[in-house]
């Protein structure tokens, strides 16, 4: 199988800059989740800018070297999230942009909330990873009377990342297209 170079170099430089992200949002712990955006904006943009192949090789390759190296694990479950979503994403601008801004927009949502509050949830309650939250954060929460308060503020909050994370990274990537395919001449 012939593979040209450009790709794979592509593929491998993103890969590198997302595995030094998810390390910068371990040692900087006030903040973790804009780190851990730019590292999945990495691996958006080895899809985009390589193919599906090295996209899924990129985020595969950058999970695995931050659970190796980076020494807080929770925080791969929020990265895994926004990557994939970020992929994702791409794939639904592909065949449901001309369809409509409700299909697009719709969809997007879905994907999003399905894989934030998934695998939020599985990091929480399965796996016993507090992720983006501290340990004394959560034990704040419980002990607190009005929950749903605080539950409310974060489903705000997360929507409002979800709509910021995704116009951030598609203003930058077509901004960046021109400049990066430029370069292959």
């Not at 170079?5 to 430089?13: E, I, K, M, Q």
């Not at 590292?39 to 990129?58: E, K, N, P, Q, V």
């Not at 399905?114 to 695998?119: D, E, K, P």
Request: with cysteine; net charge positive.
């Amino acid at each position: 199988m012939h593979v040209k170079s450009t790709p794979v170099a592509r593929g491998g430089l993103f890969t590198a800059l997302s595995v030094i992200s998810i390390l910068l949002a371990s040692v900087f712990s006030f903040s973790t989740l804009f780190f851990l955006v730019i590292a999945a904006c990495f691996t958006g943009f080895a899809y985009f800018f390589s193919d599906l192949r090295f996209g899924i090789a990129a985020l595969l390759a950058s999970a695995i070297l931050g659970f190796i190296l980076s020494p807080q694990k929770g925080i791969l479950f929020t990265y895994m999230g926004i990557a994939i979503y970020l992929i994702l994403a791409q794939v639904i601008e592909k065949h449901f942009f001309n369809r409509g801004m409700v299909w697009y927009w719709g969809l997007k949502f879905l994907v999003f909330n399905a894989l934030f509050w998934g695998l939020f949830l599985i990091a929480l309650g399965v796996a016993g990873f507090t992720g983006i939250f501290s340990a004394r954060a959560i034990a704040y929460f419980n002990s607190l009377d009005v929950k749903w308060v605080f539950v409310l503020a974060l489903i705000v909050i997360v929507e409002f990342c979800f709509v910021v994370i995704d116009r951030v990274f598609f203003m930058v990537r077509n901004r960046l297209e021109p400049v990066i395919m430029n370069a292959d001449r």
